[in-house]
């Protein structure tokens, strides 16, 4: 028996190993085949694992960072391993929206995987524009909107450690498309539920996090930070507990899925994840060391359910967090409501009718 599928359950549903667990979710609107997407920045626009891994595979693949002109990057160093993790300070290096629209996601659509892209921009004016040049555009599930990035200096962190500055580019976003839209968190604030509400308001369907964590390195030797920039964003295991922290909180403070990232190595980190609250996770610096370890994780993750007597990932979600359970269940309460209240009105008018 794999570690995943080992240990008492937090319950049960079905006796365990009757019927083949179903990994599906939607998670705003996009329809995955199961829970674990690649996370954007670890993953390139997919061709970098395209030999390793059957992309057709993962729930979904959220591509690298996108501006609407080529970017740079950062000067190197622009990586170091730490205890547990590793800092970047790539800075967002991408070749821009013409070249993603041109030759990646043409190759992407023909993968099967449902393809998210990552948006980031200097202003609030500039993701906007993004948004509207990716409406409709064939082969985008939905967008990512990037305002956590620790490593530039304008756009990413900038609007998303301020909860006004962040509803104000979401809703500039959220008018110029109608895609899903998805708003990726810093977990560098004090509160990142009073962001999280903030961006839900202004039109986002769903919150993804975490992004890095601002961290650094000095080499004794030459007395000078390791990254070139100085500091960098920390991510893999050793953010693990923090993210799952923040997952737990921010499931609790929105009404929209959540998608939970970081550290998740195994698929025990995953199932971590969606009992706090999490619809969906996304896999990042695990894949530098293990290409093939998102679709490992969605194995352990199915093993998991069988062991446990899970159908559906949904009938797993939040189950360790009673804050979000009663969200939901006044949510769905509130629902039946009002549909009965819809039924109820047309019988009256069916009866006028009649
Ligand atoms: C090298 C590197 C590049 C990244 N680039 C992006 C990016 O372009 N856009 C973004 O939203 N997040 C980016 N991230 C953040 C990851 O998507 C993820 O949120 C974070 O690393 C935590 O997950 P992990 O611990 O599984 O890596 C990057 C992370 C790393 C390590």
Known sequence: MSRIASGPGPGRASPPGRREPDLSVVVAGVRMRNPVMAASGTFGYGREYAGLV???????????????????????????????????????????????????????????????????????????????????VPGVAALEANIS??????????????????????????????????????????????????????????????NTLVGMAIDVETRRPVLARGTGG?????????????????AQAVEVPVIGMGGIWDGRDAVEFILAGASAVAVGTATFVDPGRPLRIVEEIAAYMSGHGYERVEDMVGLANPGFARRR?????????ERR???GSEEIEGGDDR
């Not at 993968?111 to 524009?129: H, I």
């Not at 920390?234 to 921010?250: C, D, E, Q």
């Not at 006044?330 to 039946?336: I, L």
Request: glycine share 10%; with cysteine; aromatic share 2%.
């Open 234 to 250: 920390l991510s893999g295991p050793a953010i693990r507990p923090v993210a799952l922290a923040m997952v737990y909180r921010v």
């Open 54 to 136: 059957d992309l057709g595979r993962l729930g979904a693949l959220v591509v690298k960072g996108t501006s609407l002109e080529p970017w740079p990057g950062n000067p190197p160093p622009r990586t170091v391993e730490t205890p547990a993790g590793m800092l970047n300070s790539i800075g967002l290096e991408n070749p821009g929206l013409d070249h993603l629209l041109r030759e990646d996601l043409p190759w992407l659509r023909a993968q099967g995987v449902p393809v998210v892209v990552n948006v980031v921009g200097r202003t609030a004016r500039e993701y906007a524009e993004m948004a509207r040049r990716l409406d409709g």
């Open 149 to 210: 990035c620790p490593n530039v200096e304008e756009g990413g962190l900038a609007f998303g450690a301020d909860p006004d500055e962040a509803a104000a580019l979401v809703e500039g976003m959220r008018r110029a498309t109608s895609l899903p839209l998805i708003v990726k968190l810093t977990p560098n604030v004090t509160d990142i539920t009073a962001v999280a509400r903030r961006v839900v308001e202004a039109g986002a369907d769903a919150v993804s996090l975490i």
């Open 329 to 337: 269940a006044r949510r769905v309460g509130a629902e039946r409501a």
């Open 341 to 343: 209240k819809e039924r």
